[in-house]
């Protein structure tokens, strides 16, 4: 199976786990901070731990409407976590699945450095476009600059 891949990596003068606490409040958050993108996320089974079932529903802004994902892992004490996004029309018809690991990384400045690792895994031959990727790279990029404007604002 074949898959491409993005990857995202913001530095933030926030500490690791300022900026893992608001990332792991995002289903509230997203929808606040860019509606265009996420009009809701809803837990549909489990608490948030390994195995929890969301449903995303998309904004105007993305060119799909839903899109259901589950828990792969969670580290809270190194401040990572990863999904996958395995059912809806986010998959676009030539996905298995969408796979995220995130890490925010303590900096020795007292800062932290976000990154973002999604895998797009493909079904067969047919691909996202280089330009498809570039703007799901730039909606990742301007989604994590939200949240963390928010987190500063709420400080």
Known sequence: MSS??????????????????????FDNIAPKVKPEVFKSIETVEGNGDVGTIKTFTFGDAVPFTIG??????LDVSNYSFSYSFVEGDIL?????SISYTVKVVPSSDGGSVFTQIV??????DEKLSEEILKKEKETHEETYKAIEAYAAAHA
């Open 119 to 124: 895998t797009y895994n493909y079904k067969g």
């Open 4 to 25: 491409a891949i993005v990857q995202v990596e913001i530095p933030s003068k926030f500490p690791a786990d300022k900026i893992f606490k608001t990332l792991s409040d």
């Open 92 to 96: 676009m018809g030539i996905l298995n």
């Open 68 to 73: 259901k994902y589950k828990v792969d892992a």
